[in-house]
Nanobody, 117 residues
Framework: QVQLVESGGGLVQPGGSLRLSCAAS????????MGWYRQGPGKERELVAS???????NYVDSVKGRFTISGDIAKNTVYLQMNSLKPDDTAVYYC???????????WGQGTLVTVSS
């Protein structure tokens, strides 16, 4: 079974940085895009950033200029560099891949990011 496995979460002080990584475990899927979602305490899950197979990136307004998404969609790997972290960035971050043609979503198990002094 294909899974996406995240790593890199943890506790960081406000203003600090973290880098999240995501890679597929198992069969490689043909993703049309990959991205990072997050769900904070008492909040709905939201798309943070995405990258298409053509390299087009998209960010939610609240992270523009602070977060950078990168990766190799063909190899099912994606990264999220997070700088100038704020307490509001505290959330479980989920890696996502959207399969070409079927539009099926594949999810990781999530990694917790806590921004606190």
């Amino acid at each position: 079974q294909v899974q996406l496995v995240e790593s890199g979460g943890g506790l960081v002080q406000p203003g600090g940085s973290l880098r999240l990584s995501c890679a597929a475990s198992g069969k490689i899927f043909s993703f049309r895009s990959m991205g990072w979602y997050r769900q904070g305490p008492g909040k709905e899950r939201e798309l943070v950033a995405s990258i298409s197979s053509g390299g087009i990136t998209n960010y939610v307004d609240s992270v523009k200029g602070r977060f950078t998404i990168s990766g190799d969609i063909a190899k099912n790997t994606v990264y999220l560099q997070m700088n100038s972290l704020k307490p509001d960035d505290t959330a479980v971050y989920y890696c996502n891949g959207n399969v070409r043609l079927t539009y099926i979503d594949v999810w990781g198990q999530g990694t917790l990011v806590t921004v606190s002094s």
